[in-house]
């Protein structure tokens, strides 16, 4: 059964710190892993991970893939209020393109 | 603009009925899910169709039902079987074929409450 595991669970810090989400999986026929960032409602996709050891950065996030470790790490740094959010990590099988799976999320709470 | 319309963005239901959830998208997506969250876990995948008259179940499909009459349409019925079906129901879409193909866009959710 695949599996992700996203660690913290949830996470307060203050505006202008930097952090790091974790995201473990466990899946047959990896193909990539997906970070989405929910606010309300609809989740918005950030990154799509394929190759290991490449950086995919946008702003102040950034995101990376180890497929030795069987892991990923979102960062955020110069943290603001509106990085507030759930952080969704999904794992997508080569077997079945666009069935994602999808860990627990983790919260990041930014205080001003 | 295109996107995924979802339908009612809350609704409130009695034990024992059955209620509908519409979901639309314009954007000319093969694939469409429905994805059930509760707080504090992450997304669960209910039902996924990758072309029109063809769906499967996903990881807990049991109390629910769907049908993919249209391509731009997948409503979700959450039958009077689901034992415990108050929780925000997402749709989802996403093309094949296409650089991305695999990122799925979301609609606004529709919340269910069971009195």
């Known amino acids: 059964e695949d599996k992700v595991v996203q660690s913290p669970l949830s996470l307060v810090v203050h505006e202008g710190d930097t952090v790091t989400l974790n995201c473990s999986y466990e899946?047959?026929?990896?193909?990539?892993l997906l970070w989405y960032k929910q606010e309300k409602k609809a989740p918005t996709f950030l990154f799509m991970l394929t190759s290991s050891g490449i950086e995919k950065k946008s702003g102040r996030l950034s995101s990376i893939l180890d497929k030795k470790e069987l892991s990923s790490i979102l960062n955020i740094t110069a943290t603001q209020t509106g990085d507030s959010a759930i952080y969704l990590c999904a794992v997508e099988r080569g077997t079945n393109a666009g069935k994602s799976t999808f860990g627990d999320g983790t919260t990041l709470t930014v205080k001003p | 603009d295109g996107g995924i319309t979802q339908s009612p963005k809350y609704l409130f239901r009695k034990e024992g009925q059955n209620v509908t959830l519409s979901c639309e998208q314009n954007?000319?997506?093969?694939?469409m899910y429905w994805y059930r969250q509760d707080p504090g876990q992450g997304l669960r995948l209910i039902y996924y169709s990758q072309i029109v008259n063809d769906f499967q179940k996903g990881d807990i499909a049991e109390g629910y039902s769907v049908s993919r009459e249209k391509k731009e349409s997948f409503p979700l019925t959450v039958t009077s079987a689901q034992k415990n079906p108050t929780a925000f129901y997402l749709c989802?879409?996403?093309?094949?074929?296409?650089?991305?193909?695999?990122?799925?866009?979301f609609g606004a959710g529709s919340r269910l409450t069971v009195l």
């Open positions: 899946v047959t026929n990896f193909r990539s």
């Open positions: 989802a879409s996403t093309s094949f074929g296409e650089a991305g193909a695999n990122v799925l866009t």
């Open positions: 954007l000319n997506h093969d694939a």
